[in-house]
């Protein structure tokens, strides 16, 4: 089968949305803070998983359990290569596959926490000049320098649900590791944790996440632009 590359490969949901960080405003979706899933564990490290975000799927009409919640490790070797895990029902996961790899010291950064503060976030929707501007940047046609001044939040990396997300290009369509069809893009997730806080201080870098919706297994990895 030819994958396809990112800017072609489906969505869901479709359109697609900024994910705004609202601070303490209460929404139905959560990005970061300590989660309860004893099963959202790292099998590298024994910690518990980031949630980088947590969506209430009904919302999108995105089949699955009411809640999804994206998770991903950045101190261990699961950063260096796709990372697979089934969703259950109330945040539980079955991990499917991982690259294995000790806990880092150093990377991305010392001290790095095992959780970030919990911010609820707002799912904005994305006008169809901005979805072109991404869009033509993934094809070389904008230079992102030029959108510093009229566009300074489609110059770099974002927070997105559906859509085309900024960098995709650089990758390609995941294949489900249980019935083996083409997955869908879902979300990235870029470099800001709020509260004046980054994942990985660079922000270039994001963690796309791509969707079954026949198995409810997410696949995720991280780019760099």
Known sequence: ????????????????????????????????????????????????????????????????????ALYYEWVSGISEGPFSYRMLDEGAVEILSLQRGKQSTDFPYKNYPNHFPKQFVEMQKMSGDEQRTIIAMNSGEVDPHSLRRSSPHLAMPIH?????????????????????EEMKFLASIGDDAGSGCVYVDNSFVSVIFQYCVKCAIITAFNICD
Not at 160 to 180: D, H, S, V
């Open 160 to 180: 997105q649900l559906g859509g085309i997300p900024y960098g995709a290009p650089e990758f390609e369509t995941c294949i489900c590791p249980q019935c083996r």
């Open 1 to 68: 089968m030819n994958r396809k590359t990112g800017d072609l490969i489906e969505s869901i949901p479709k359109d697609a949305y900024f994910i705004i960080i609202v601070g303490d405003k209460e929404t139905p979706h959560i990005m970061n803070g300590e989660h309860e899933s004893r099963s959202a564990v790292s099998p590298n490290t024994g910690l518990p998983l980031l949630r980088l975000l947590e969506i209430e799927s009904t919302s999108f009409l995105i089949p699955g359990p009411k809640c999804i």
